[in-house]
């Protein structure tokens, strides 16, 4: 008979754990029978022990086993998921869900999103920057809404993959989040549940992600894609680089706004250039065309404006007011604007991106728990970018939050993490990566 107590201390030995073994902790976690603290103690040895691939591979499995499947039936057509594993101003499922369904061949992108927690919301709190909105709908309507206009984006639901809930509360407060083999195993067990035939994995590298260097997000994707590959389901990894913010907006309306410019075909150029490869790639998964000629097409979409019109029709038809979307004036405007200047004359080298990600959750565009609300109008926009000219006393970047206090403070952490030089830097690519 298996014991929760004989298989934490095996894996304390750094010995590898039979699929029987996996298979009988996720159960107890999926139904109760194992206690927080035997769990967090497992979730705390795999992180000094790790996993092998394999244990990994039936981990994701037997966690996407136990809970319900997004079948998805009546989509009729092949089903792309995406997902990132975040960064400082990702706002790149915004982009892509409209530009993928714009190209109209019969590729469907059915995006459960979550809550932030940290420095910004997440993409549902973006989403819902947009007066009216509300991602918590019916799976019912979600796959209605998916059906007619080709994507949505709305709320995770809880019936899937719930032991990977369960876990993922859990590594939060034990200071297990960042282990490759749990997060691989996090990401694939609710991608396998949730019906899609396809899945471009966004695997963010640098000072603001999960993995610091290359080496780590090279392994993390690596396993995603074995994962992936396992359970039949055609997976592709890009490497992006997140040592600086992605674009110039940090914060929930200011993304928005910045995904629409991207859709009006006038946005930040590696933003641009990240969402095109991402967008070309789930279009090459899914069979549509040669990979040049998927990249055509998604430019496409977002120059005669159907990739803007997708994401009017999906604010639309989540109760929100589509007019948000052609005329950003609308959005909420915050209390307070201030400027933040260079003391000094150069280039700029550095903009690290988790000093800006501190200074957004300064300003309010975070939260600090689960549930904790979260002011829509606070973030950043920053006028410079990494090798950009910059003179003494010139606008540096442009903050927004809801009290003078807030703004102060948010300054304070934004002015540390912009570094200026003497010699302008040379430029990097944003895709580090791609693997199969």
Known sequence: MLKMHDIITKKQQGRELNEEEIAFFVKGVTDGNIPDYQISALLMAIWFKGMTD????????????????AELLSVKGKK???????????????IVGPMVAAVNKGVYVPKMAGRGLGFTGG????????????????????EEIVREIGFCIAGQSKRLAPADGVMTAL?????????IPLIAASVMSKKLASGNECIVLDIKCGSGSFCKTLRDAEELARLMVRIGAR??????????????????????????????RVLEGKGDEELTEICVTVAAHMLYVANVADYETCVALAEETLYDGSALKKLADLVERLGGDKRYIYD???????????????????????????????AAAILGAGRDKLGGSIDHSAGIILN????????????????????????????????KAVTIGDSQPEKTNIIMKCIF
Do not use: W
């Open 171 to 179: 590594r939060d407060v034990t200071c297990t989040d960042n282990c």
């Open 80 to 94: 792309v998921d995406k997902h990132s594993t975040g960064g400082v101003g990702d706002k790149v499922s915004l």
């Open 384 to 415: 410079k970018r990494i090798g950009d000219r910059i003179e003494e006393g010139e606008a540096l970047a442009t903050l927004q939050a809801k009290d003078l206090d807030r703004a102060q403070a948010g300054m304070e952490y934004l002015f």
């Open 123 to 142: 993409t549902l709190d973006k989403l819902e920057a947009c007066a009216g909105v509300n991602t918590e709908i019916s799976a019912e309507k979600f």
């Open 328 to 358: 950003t004036s609308l959005f909420e405007e915050s209390n307070v604007t201030a400027m933040l200047v260079a003391d000094r004359s150069g280039y700029i080298t550095q903009i690290d991106a988790m000093g800006v990600g501190k």
């Open 54 to 69: 394999e244990e990994a591979i039936c981990l994701a499995e037997y966690m996407a086993d136990s809970g319900e499947t």
């Open 231 to 260: 359970a039949k389901k055609k997976t592709v990894a890009l490497i992006t680089d997140m040592s600086a913010p992605l674009g110039r907006a940090v914060g929930n309306s200011v993304e928005l706004i910045e995904a629409i």
